[in-house]
């Protein structure tokens, strides 16, 4: 039973362009969202997040959209440079306890120059 | 500020040895502190997490235990290994009522 799903394994985008990443869920009992960033042999690092009270969070070029009625988010990273290159992670939160997260399986963002 | 730290960082170890990995936290103190699993080319799978000194649970049936000797010092055990214990394994933590999980840097696990 995959709560969290990214459906795109990966995705090339070319450096200054958009990258969009999507993430969906399934249990409307999740109050909290996250994404996180990893490179390979390290652990992930965390980006931004957002609660389930705001459909938009913006941390410099990070925006990360939430549309609760299609259970789906989403991560904006404007410009895309060369070191967003990793595998992106989407986590959900609220209906476990003990902050539990969830995760979807990553996408890899490949950013070429 | 906190840190977190994760020994060793590359294991190999044979199948049906012990395993014993360690996670400690600086910083701040009685923690939420979690471990995770990355297969080759997966997600993250939660294996245990505690709330406080003593305090286990465990997320699915394995051949894996953990044990939180200390506030800030969180443990990774197995009798016997095998084959499918091979993976990435992360620590994390979090402050009490707070969702974001901050992670440590890995161990790199392989069976053979």
């Known amino acids: 039973d995959q709560q969290v799903k990214q459906n795109s394994p990966s995705l090339s985008v070319q450096e200054g362009r958009i990258s969009i990443l999507n993430c969906d869920y399934t249990n409307s009992m999740f109050d909290y969202f996250l994404w996180y960033k990893k490179y390979p042999a390290e652990g992930p690092t965390f980006l931004i997040s957002?609660?389930?009270?705001?459909d938009k969070n913006e941390d410099g070029r990070f925006t990360v959209f939430l549309n609760k009625s299609a259970k789906h988010l989403s991560l904006h990273i404007v410009p895309s440079q060369p070191g967003d290159s990793a595998v992106y992670f989407c986590?959900?939160?609220?209906?476990?306890?003990?902050?539990?997260?969830?995760f979807g399986q990553g996408t890899r963002l490949t950013i070429n120059p | 500020s906190q840190t977190i730290h994760q020994w060793p960082a590359t294991l190999v170890q044979p199948v049906g040895s012990p395993l014993s990995l360690e996670c400690t936290v600086e910083?701040?103190?009685?923690?939420?502190l979690y471990w995770y699993r990355q297969a080759a080319g997966r997600g993250l799978q939660l294996l245990f997490y505690?709330?406080?000194?003593?305090?286990i649970s465990s997320e699915v049936p394995q051949n894996l235990s953990a044990s939180r000797p200390q506030d800030r010092q969180f443990i990774l055990s197995s009798k016997k290994l095998l084959l499918s214990d091979s993976g990435f394994y992360l620590c994390a933590w979090t402050f009490q009522g707070i969702e974001t999980q901050y992670f440590g840097p890995g161990t790199r696990l392989l069976v053979l």
């Open positions: 957002i609660s389930s009270i705001k």
């Open positions: 505690s709330v406080g000194i003593g305090q």
């Open positions: 986590a959900a939160s609220g209906v476990q306890g003990a902050q539990k997260l969830v």
């Open positions: 910083g701040t103190s009685n923690p939420n």
